[in-house]
T-cell receptor
Framework: EPEVTQTPSHQVTQMGQEVILRCVPISNHLYFYWYRQILGQKVEFLVSFYNNEISEKSEIFDDQFSVERPDGSNFTLKIRSTKLEDSAMYFC?????????????FGDGTRLSIL | TQLLEQSPQFLSIQEGENLTVYCNSSSVFSSLQWYRQEPGEGPVLLVTVVTGGEVKKLKRLTFQFGDARKDSSLHITAAQPGDTGLYLCAGGGGNQFYFGTGTSLTVIP
């Protein structure tokens, strides 16, 4: 069964550095998402992306965050200047269509640790 | 931000028992999804419910969407140790999804 893959599985970065998290969504999916889960807390929506632009974003997704689909397969989340509170699991997901009715398929996440 | 509250937060039961997990909100959702998450992995979709009052069954799991599309329940019959995990509900609105606070289930053999 096709799956969403995320790299790296664990990223350790110094505070203030830029970090790029990478995702390869399922190939025929059109909607892409990023979520984060701080340790012990709930999964939080960051952003959804369709047709090469952001379709929705949460208040967490401020101007330190950006997303990009640089080629036909990768979907990336960039954090420009990381803070300690950015430490979390970051999950990428994709779905065949939007509107909330189609299932989202999640990757296994990238654990981001900011020192 | 639309809030989804799940209850109970933690549940520990013996193998063979039945249980129900609840997901409640004051907001209306166009759909609601249930996921199970294992440690170190991403959430895995169990079911999507779309119509108010809808009931879906997945083997020993029964999912119900409230008539007003604000709440949902997950009932597990004859729980098994393999059911152990974190159960998450998520409400959909547009292309944004709100996850519940989660229910951590432990089934003791």
């Amino acid at each position: 069964e096709p799956e969403v893959t995320q790299t790296p599985s664990h990223q350790v970065t110094q505070m203030g550095q830029e970090v790029i998290l990478r995702c390869v969504p399922i190939s025929n999916h059109l909607y892409f998402y990023w979520y984060r889960q701080i340790l012990g807390q709930k999964v939080e929506f960051l952003v959804s992306f369709y047709n090469n632009e952001i379709s929705e974003k949460s208040e967490i997704f401020d101007d330190q965050f950006s997303v990009e689909r640089p080629d036909g397969s990768n979907f990336t989340l960039k954090i420009r200047s990381t803070k300690l509170e950015d430490s979390a699991m970051y999950f990428c997901a994709s779905s065949a269509s939007g509107g909330g009715h189609q299932p989202q398929h999640f990757g296994d996440g990238t654990r981001l640790s900011i020192l | 931000t639309q809030l989804l509250e799940q209850s109970p937060q933690f549940l520990s039961i013996q193998e063979g028992e039945n249980l129900t997990v609840y997901c409640n909100s004051s907001s209306v959702f166009s759909s609601l999804q249930w996921y199970r998450q294992e440690p170190g992995e991403g959430p895995v979709l169990l079911v999507t419910v779309v119509t108010g009052g809808e009931v879906k069954k997945l083997k020993r799991l029964t999912f119900q969407f409230g008539d007003a599309r604000k709440d949902s329940s997950l009932h597990i019959t004859a729980a098994q140790p393999g059911d152990t995990g974190l159960y998450l509900c998520a409400g959909g609105g547009g292309n944004q999804f709100y996850f519940g606070t989660g229910t951590s289930l432990t089934v003791i053999p």
